[in-house]
């Protein structure tokens, strides 16, 4: 363990990132982070197959929850969204304490927000899911599983926090081993709680939200313990978490927009599933086996938003901003190339995929359906995640947050609305509002990539005379 955790420091990661060639770089910083999110989906694909296989409504229960899971989920995100951005252009500016601090300051904030979170949330998940989810069976089963996930709301914040500030520093590869670890636990502590396998009480859903948490604290432990031990490229001292009012501004400055973003994209995903309940529990059903595929195809475009995140913000902090530019543009190809060949295979299995989880005549052609119409969308929704990446890593998260809530509440929730119900097209309206809203969001995110607009650092930075200025373009 300690070869594999070796000491580095956020200077040396950052001349990988600073010279050389990009493609090289960027494919390296990428593939772990694939991986990590392959193994996040991993926790949502292990609880929807054992809940499918102890009752049909634990997976419709689990699709009502998650909108209102990635809402608080959101509040934090933008947080640690501020924390990639600050650490990674420290690190490509040089400034090795000033990324220690700015760490420190987003553990300090996100993990005191999280702890709020949890004891607002807990309690009101029972009146939240009763106004989303018009059947009374599941909306019971739905609040069982959230408010479990909601009392465990540090330990999913402290899993994300962690994850941003090693890929801020460019370590994606002690992320992508944490989370395969607790990923298996995960994987073996599902159908234990579930079914009540040997001497474990049989508790359900509820035992697939314990058996998350539980995989999430093991990953927690082992992944802080790592960040104050000095043996990664960052190193978090008592000192780096006392307040310091002027870092926490910032963040709150950078995270606040991408918070926002990120919480209206939840809303907009809990009317999406509300439209869905009023369809039919089996469009639900198969809107979240679809989805987990989804989340799948798109590992590769998500590890190359946050891979380019992290070199448009160290490049921009070390005053390149023309090797920042190059980074985007490759990432955007690379991500374009590999969504569209996702889509293919999609195409080829998709009636396959749906059975693996279900029989039922109606969730496999409501799903089928939908893999079909949404697969056209992939290549525009890697395009989509790349440049928001692009919009992350230089620290101006307004326009991420505009191009999230652009797609969501300006195109697919009217269309959402109007489709099934006004024109009667039922869940094909939804799937056909789902590839519409990604293909107009992506088409304006290259616009405004194209202005250059990005290309500005967000840190302070000290020039030759020894005084402090934010960096110019």
């Known amino acids: 363990m300690q070869h594999m955790f070796r000491r580095s420091s956020a200077r040396d990661l950052s001349v990988r990132l ?6 090289p770089a960027l494919l390296r910083l990428a593939w772990p982070v694939m991986l990590t999110n392959l193994f996040q989906t991993a926790y949502n694909f292990a609880d929807r197959y054992w809940l499918a296989q102890y009752s049909p409504i634990g997976v ?7 909108p209102l899971i990635f809402l608080v989920l959101s509040v934090g995100s933008g947080i640690t969204i501020a924390g990639t951005a600050l650490v990674s252009q420290h690190t490509g500016a040089g400034q090795e304490e000033e990324a220690n601090l700015a760490a420190g300051q987003v553990l300090l904030f996100a993990g005191s927000l999280s702890v709020v979170l949890a004891l607002i949330g807990a309690p009101a998940a029972g009146p939240i899911l009763s106004l989303v989810s018009p059947e ?3 909306a019971a089963t739905a609040t069982t599983y959230l408010r479990i996930i909601y009392a465990g709301m540090p330990l999913m914040f402290a899993t994300f926090i962690g994850n941003s500030l090693l890929n801020g520093v460019g370590d994606t590869v002690t992320p992508m081993v944490l989370m395969f670890g607790s990923v298996l636990l995960n994987v073996i502590l599902d ?3 579930i079914f009540g396998w040997g001497p474990f009480p049989e508790w359900g859903i509820a035992g697939a939200a314990i058996a998350t948490l539980l995989s999430r604290a093991a990953l927690v432990i082992v992944g802080f313990g790592l960040l104050f031990s000095g043996r990664l ?3 978090i001292r008592k000192r780096h978490v006392q307040p310091n009012w002027s870092v926490i501004r910032r963040i709150v400055t950078i995270g606040g927009m991408a918070s926002a973003g990120n919480a209206g994209t939840a809303i907009g995903f809990t009317i999406m599933n509300g439209a869905l309940t009023r369809i039919g529990t089996h469009v639900v059903n198969a809107f979240g086996i679809g989805n987990s595929f989804i989340s799948i195809a798109l590992m590769p475009a998500m590890g190359l938003g946050q891979a380019t995140a992290t070199m448009v913000g160290q490049n921009l902090g070390a005053d390149q901003p023309q090797r920042a530019r190059a980074s985007a543009w490759a990432g955007i190809g690379i991500s374009t190339a590999i969504l569209a060949a996702a889509a293919c295979v999609v195409f080829a299995t998709r009636t396959s995929l749906i059975r693996i989880f279900m029989d039922d005549p109606d969730v496999i052609r409501a799903g089928t359906n939908m893999l079909l119409m949404v697969g056209f969308a992939f290549p525009f929704m890697g395009i989509i995640q790349v440049v928001m990446g692009v919009y992350q890593g230089s620290g101006h998260t307004f326009y991420s947050m505009f191009f999230g809530l652009f797609r969501l509440w300006a195109l697919r929730v009217p269309l959402v609305l109007l489709l099934p119900f006004v024109f009667q097209m ?3 309206g939804v799937w056909w509002a789902m590839l519409a809203s990604n293909f107009g969001a992506a088409a304006l995110s290259i616009v405004f990539f194209l202005s250059g607009n990005w290309m500005r650092q967000v840190i302070r930075t000290r020039p030759a005379d020894g005084k402090t200025q934010r960096g110019e373009p």
């Open 136 to 138: 009374a069976d599941l």
């Open 426 to 428: 039922g869940a094909n």
């Open 60 to 66: 419709a229960a689990v699709q009502v929850s998650w």
């Open 191 to 193: 159908p234990l709680l």
């Open 18 to 23: 600073t010279q050389g060639p990009i493609v």
């Open 233 to 235: 490229g960052i190193h």
